[in-house]
């Protein structure tokens, strides 16, 4: 996506013709029950949260209100409402929306994902048990404004943006057809939906953003299945399609295809984590060891087909917390037969390696590692389980070394706190890590108002971990959309390639679908 076709005029009208590509249908059309990327994909077009995210910046932005003030303690936000916000219906958007949108997320009986972000609201627990009819840190002030009272200092942009938290319209949600015919503040408003097959939005003229949006309707199609995805996309019967490593060999050596290609580093880092029970990785030089003795550029090139980015660290390069200047560990067998000398492993140890048949983190790759340990003298014993198992196995600390891809983002304090010494393996310190320095410096990041400060922080906690290395650090996964030439305004989205802001895009006159 050049710098030319960014500084065309924007044209309106047409089809925007975008496909779901993770499943063969829909959950349904109540978004507060799934948070599948799948059903966040025809959410963004009808639904709005509190806040969304800033592909650019690569951070959450107000979208429902228009400012924000703190108070002095960092706990307690007080929201100034949009005052242009109205619901498809036609119904202005209040106070009383917000507060009853948090309230239902919270209820105990129905385990909706989002409560997991609303939960950061103080009293929403209590709610959430029964103990309570309301949040109690939440408070109408006026129909436009409201306050919300935090239980820690976090940035509540990065709680309140995803679909899971969409601010419905209190009567109507509660009515028995809201469930089929949503209703929300979004770009576009329901139109039709075949379940198993597509849904067609059409342009929302009340829409909040002046101008916007552009094209006068948005039809997605439930793809699943990536050779129908291909087949369509050459046909020009779809705008765009996310792309598998295969797809992507292919489309990248083809001279047309190969010019409508948007690649990003999602917010995933492929690992492989080691437990320090296990005698020789208690040793900070052994650890380091592994990761000089692999090659992983090569791995990248070869197996993962360049549909990767090499690790340096925890958190990807999208992440504000990442410090561009440090570089990967390099592949040294020498330098890795050294410091196992060091540590007393002059002839090397033997491992037991738990992996999954997952061809981009999984046995494929542990089975190319496993050479390139040998020339250094580890052995290798590879423990196959399924995906199901991985996830247990890893939480219980029941395992020597693991591969897997975790998310590593948006927030970099979150991904962080998994490397505090007070977080249970269970939660996330898979590698059980401790260390004073990593707590007092997340600590602080806690308590600080400074963003400035707590950035600082972050990025310090994120070196500390690349030189303890509890991981060997593989990867972050490159996510790829092949699109049209006729197809303007994507954005290269971190947390979900496939969820676009469907208001800042467009399709010129050469669209098969531009009338």
Known sequence: MGGVAEAQTPRKGGTIRFTAPYGSSFANLDIHTSNRAQDEIWAKAIHRSLYNWDAAAGKPVLELAKSVDVSADGLTYTFKLRDDAY???????????????????????????????VRMIKGAVDVEKGQAKTISGLRKIDDDTFEMTLTEKVEPGFYFWTATTSIYPAEEAQKESFTTNPIG????????????????????????????????????????????RDVAFRNKEIDASILGPAQYVAYK??????????????????????????????????????????????IIKKLVKDKAYRATSWLPPTSPGFDKSVKPYSYDPEKAKKLLAEAGYPNGFEFEWTATSNESWGIPIVEAVIPMLEKVGIKVKIK??????????????????????????????????????????????????????????????GETGDPAKKEENLKKVNNIIFEEAPYWFFNYNKAVMAHQPWLKGLQANATELAIQNYEEMWVDESSPAAK
């Open 87 to 117: 619901f498809h219906n036609g119904r202005r958007l209040k106070a009383d929306d917000v507060i009853w949108t948090y309230n239902h997320i919270m209820d105990g009986t129905k385990a909706y994902p989002g409560a997991r972000y």
């Open 185 to 228: 503040l979004g770009p576009y408003k329901l139109a039709e939906y075949v379940p198993g097959s597509r849904l067609v939005a059409e342009r929302w003229d009340k829409f909040y953003k002046a101008g916007k949006p552009y094209a006068d309707k948005v039809s997605i199609m439930i793809m699943g299945e990536a050779s129908a």
């Open 253 to 298: 050596s083809d001279p047309d295809l190969s010019k409508g290609l948007l690649e990003v580093a999602e917010v995933y880092t492929r690992v492989m984590g080691l437990n320090p029970e296990f005698k020789p990785f208690a040793d900070r030089r052994v650890r380091q060891a592994i990761n000089h003795a692999i090659d992983a550029d090569l």
């Open 384 to 445: 196959p389980v399924e995906g199901s198992v991985l996830s247990e196995v890893v939480r219980k600390g029941e395992y020597q070394a693991f591969i897997w891809s975790l998310s590593t983002g948006p927030d970099p304090q979150a991904a962080l706190k998994c490397f505090h010494s007070k977080i249970p393996q269970s939660a996330c310190n898979y590698t059980l890590f401790k260390n004073e320095q990593v707590d007092k410096l997340l600590d602080e990041a």
